[in-house]
């Protein structure tokens, strides 16, 4: 008796990695292909729409599983070829924007068409996203009906990633990001959004106490008198109380210095006061030659002060850079609190579902800054996400407890 082992062709169910594959590359050269024809982004929905594409979403894939997973093609998309494929196509669009510079703005025209310079809101991320989600859901609906106890670790973390991933995509239209520039002299309760727009209903008004910031030690620079081009940034040197170094074959010292000091003459002194800025009594030595003064950056209401080295070269103090800041600020709600609080670059307060961080100051006054600019996050989904999140978290738990269980019995 002859048997006869008659090869699968292409596109013949039950369909494998190839048929997987080449749907996931088709679907990403179409979504390029869409977005260059139309040259238009994916526009993120906001609610209720989210919310009811999400539920028509879970009813479909409900739906599909209840009375078609017997089709073939259904059983393929819960199959691992297909969860192969795509997590391949949505993991190679998140590693291209580690390659391709995500901004439109400095873009040629063809990434701009095609949705590579701008990919989380291109038809080719709509695309493969939708596809991991199809695939995903299947697959966890599997697992999930009929019941079984063996699949609760499968469908914690299956089910958790799944609601991680639609909750972040659906939700990114309602996040809400407000700038606010506030002073101490009134409560400010109106903000601006990123598309430009005055926002006044946002429940809170928020006032300017004080403004506080440490910098780090000033560096010492040597310019050119001309062209003003700093001539050693390769061997940069700070400017503390006592510190030595060599800069472009000069031997400097800090004799003295002052963090916040004033210059009267030709002599700074330590005061206190609005736009007293830092100032270093230094020695420069190189050859023969010996020379000794004040340097200071200055501030917005007091020059600054350089020691001419001769030549072309003078030895100055830049700004010193900002190593934190801090705002302390009274808020009011519109459930008439009122407290004090603190923010600062990656401490947020949260207020009534705001997220509040500190975010910028007015560069010119520095450590004087009368104003604070500060950022409102405001994300109603971000609960779901943590949900997703925390069942991600409780499936690798429980499927660890229950691998060492079976390993003791």
């Given at each position: 008796?002859t ?106 025209e ?43 670790g ?73 062209s ?6 390769k061997?940069?040197?700070?400017l ?9 074959g ?36 190189k ?7 004040w340097?200071?950056?200055g ?20 700004r ?36 509040i961080?500190?975010?910028?100051y ?8 009368d ?20 069942m991600?978290m ?5 499927m660890?407890w ?8």
């Amino acid at each position: 008796m002859t048997t006869i082992n008659k090869k699968r062709q292409f596109w013949q169910y039950p369909w494998s990695y190839r048929e997987g594959f080449l749907i996931a590359i088709a679907l990403v050269i179409a979504g390029f292909a869409i977005g260059y024809v139309i040259d238009k982004e994916v526009k993120a929905i906001t609610f209720p729409e989210n919310l009811v594409t999400g539920g028509v979403i879970i009813l479909l894939l409900l739906i599909t599983h209840l009375f078609f997973r017997k089709h073939e093609f259904v059983k393929w998309i819960a199959s691992v070829p297909a969860a192969i494929s795509a997590i391949s196509a949505y993991a190679f669009l998140v590693l291209l924007m580690g390659f391709i510079r995500q901004n439109p703005e400095e873009s040629s025209e063809f990434l701009n068409r095609t949705g590579l310079s701008h990919l989380t809101s291109s038809q080719a991320f709509l695309f493969a996203q939708m596809y991991f989600l199809v695939t995903l859901g299947m697959v966890t609906l599997k697992r999930i009906i009929p019941f079984k106890t063996k699949n609760i670790g499968f469908m914690l973390n299956h089910l958790g990633l799944w609601i991680t991933i639609a909750a972040a995509s659906l939700g990114a239209g309602d996040i809400q990001r407000v700038s606010m520039e506030i002073n101490d002299r009134e409560p400010v309760f109106v903000g601006t959004d990123q598309q430009g727009n005055m926002l006044d209903d946002m429940g809170l008004a928020i006032q300017l106490i004080d403004f506080k910031m440490e910098s780090y030690p000033p560096k010492a620079f040597i310019v050119d008198r001309e062209s003003g081009d700093i001539l050693n940034l390769k061997n940069v040197f700070s400017l503390e109380m006592g510190a030595r170094g060599n800069i472009l074959g000069w031997e400097v010292e800090v004799v003295d210095f002052i963090e916040f000091g004033v210059g009267v003459g030709d002599k700074f002194h330590k005061v206190y006061d609005v736009g007293a800025a830092p100032a270093a009594y230094v020695t420069a030595k190189k050859d023969d030659k010996k020379l000794e003064g004040w340097i200071s950056c200055g501030s917005f209401r007091f020059p600054g002060n350089f020691l001419d080295l001769g030549g072309n070269e003078l030895l100055v103090m830049d700004r010193p850079a900002p190593k934190s800041f801090v705002s302390e600020v009274k808020i009011y709600t519109e459930d008439e609190e009122v407290f004090e609080t603190e923010i600062a670059v990656n401490s947020p307060v949260t207020v009534n579902g705001w997220k509040i961080y500190q975010y910028d100051y007015n560069h010119d006054m520095g450590d004087w800054s009368d104003i604070s600019v500060i950022e409102l996050i405001k994300d109603p989904w971000l609960p779901v996400v943590y949900t997703g999140i925390f069942m991600l978290m409780a499936g690798a738990f429980y499927m660890f407890w229950t691998g060492n269980r079976k390993k003791t019995e």
